[in-house]
């Protein structure tokens, strides 16, 4: 992120005097607020979006943080207690005289949600960004996600270190037999 972009971002805040539902302001001067993972979750959820740390969100009011490095650190470890893990992309900005720390957080593929907090499970660590406020899943959302994933396809892919040798030849001759001997059915249709 550039810091044009930041002093966008800044300015928006700054005028809707509100996040919005790409862009989350928080003021932790010396520590990361607690409920963050809400954020990264609702955010991985949804659309993806803006962390901005150091800015007061009632404001826009630019006050830095204390520890820079820290902050750093602690978020990227926030990150690694999600489910899947979130990779943002986490930076320090200096303005005006103050150190800002931001994390562009993408969305994650279909196939990858629900995000959620490891530690708060699906029911209560699941979040979507609504707005300027991350809202909790309902059971219901979360398992529309789940099944939104996909069929596994755990079947198709190799086995490694495996050769032909370990598989069974009767077994083996057994299925291919159904081919060969059924013609017009399906091989499931046959297998009851």
């Known amino acids: 992120m550039t810091l044009d972009e930041l ?32 954020t990264l979750s609702a955010f991985s959820n949804t659309r993806g979006g803006i962390i901005i740390l150091g800015l007061a969100e009632a404001k826009g009011e630019i006050i830095g943080v204390k520890n820079p490095a820290k902050l750093q650190q602690d978020l990227a470890s926030m990150c690694s207690d999600m489910e899947p893990v979130i990779r943002p992309e986490i930076q320090s900005h200096r303005i005006d005289g103050h150190t800002l720390i931001t994390a562009e957080v993408p969305e994650l593929d279909k196939r990858m949600k629900p995000c959620y907090y490891r530690s708060a499970g699906y029911t209560n660590g699941a979040f979507v960004r609504v707005s300027d406020g991350n809202r909790k899943l309902s059971q219901y959302e979360v398992h529309m996600m789940l099944s939104g994933r996909g069929q596994p396809k755990d079947d198709e892919t190799p086995v490694p270190k495996t050769t032909l040798d370990d598989l069974q030849p009767r077994l083996v001759k057994g299925l291919t037999s159904r081919f060969t001997q059924t013609p017009k059915r399906s091989l499931f249709a046959s297998v009851r």
């Not at 966008?8 to 520590?31: F, M, N, P, Q, R």
């Open 7 to 38: 002093r966008s971002y800044i300015s928006t805040i700054k005028h809707l005097k509100c996040d919005t539902d790409t862009l989350e302001a928080k003021a932790a001067v010396g520590a990361l607020p607690q409920g963050l993972w809400r």
